[in-house]
């Protein structure tokens, strides 16, 4: 395995070192990582946590692609090198961790949870929704906030500005959730430029997501939404909603 | 090896440059340039629309020069070149367009296939169309 380090107490860039690990079968990259720690070199630094491709802590950069290193096969690389770098398009803090603080401060502002303009009381029951209604937002639920589709995204890249995929795509999962009445907040953020807008559908965040989420067709569907709204704000001056379709 | 300033508890990040030829390294990243590019052709054919009308305007002699000049090599290249791109750019467009597009027949989502085929049988439709107005006799 070829491992990208990045020791900022000692290094000004990253450097690369080669480990020769074993290949069984049953290996997957983050096998292969865990191995150079625990026997070969302890220093290493990186971020992994259920090994079953639900937490969403280990993704890296395989051989240049995105990937969850839990749920990629070493043999799929034999005889290597495997190339194992950080998460493209974030700031690298050692090694193999990159730095969240940008893609949590996204994902807060498109308010990611039921937005309710009034509660009901316990006392009420719960919001019952059909399996129609759950098969509307089902597949955008599927994130694990894992940021392949970010380190996929160039436009993220060349402007860390735009809100990125996931984040968009979380918002598009709780504005088609029948019990959200949340919307038109999260239109107001993402209605502007850094916003859905910033995309050019360049549609690899889609290609690399490993739960299927589709991001770029939520951008695009938000986007849809948003030029509808605009037109029926024209038509209609106060009686254009807002809900996504 | 250099040794640069480090502070425990603000440990320095390492931002990594994003080349220039970034879009050269995968070929989804080039074609999406590609895609970008193409509508550089789109505004070729549209500004070469209104010259063409605003010469039909003036008259029939002004329309034949303009048909004369329109078969210089250096223009038919480039209308060779920017056909094929808006080629490019209506088949990639056509391939993406069931992403965005979302449509339900009364609570029944359209599969994805239905609307890409959709988008092509209107292009032959269109295409016929304007085929057969500009053929006509």
Partial sequence: MQVTRYRPEVETDTTVEEYEVPCPRDWVVLDGLNYVKDQLDGTLSYRWSCRMGVCGSCGMMVNGEPKLTCATFLADYAPGPVKVEPLRNFPVIRDLVVELGDFMRKLVAVKPWIVRSEEKSVSEGEYLQTPDELEEYKQYSMCINCMLCYAACPIYGLDPQFIGPAAIALAQRYNLDSRDEGSAERLAVLSQHEGIWGCTFVGECTQVCPKHVDPAGAIQRYKLTAAMDWAKSFVMPKGAGSRST | ?137
Avoid at chain 2, 11 to 35: D, E, H, N, V
Avoid at chain 2, 58 to 67: H, I, N, V
Avoid at chain 2, 82 to 106: E, K, M, N, S
């Fill in chain 2, 1 to 137: 090896m250099t040794q640069p300033t480090y502070t425990e508890h603000h440990p320095r990040w390492l931002r990594q440059r994003i080349s220039t030829y970034w879009w050269l390294g995968k070929w989804a990243y080039t074609k999406f340039i590609l895609r970008e590019l193409s509508s550089l052709s789109v505004a070729w054919f549209v500004g070469y629309l209104l010259v063409m009308v605003r010469r039909i305007g003036e008259s029939e002699a002004s329309y034949r020069a303009f048909l004369e000049r329109a078969t210089h090599p250096v223009l038919l290249t480039l209308d060779v070149i920017a056909f094929l791109f808006i080629v490019f750019h209506a088949l990639t467009w056509f391939a993406v367009a069931p992403q965005a597009i979302v449509a339900h027949v009364g609570k029944k989502r359209v599969a994805p296939a239905v609307i890409a085929v959709s988008h092509y049988a209107a292009w032959i439709v269109v295409s016929a169309l304007v085929a057969w107005l500009l053929l006509r006799r």
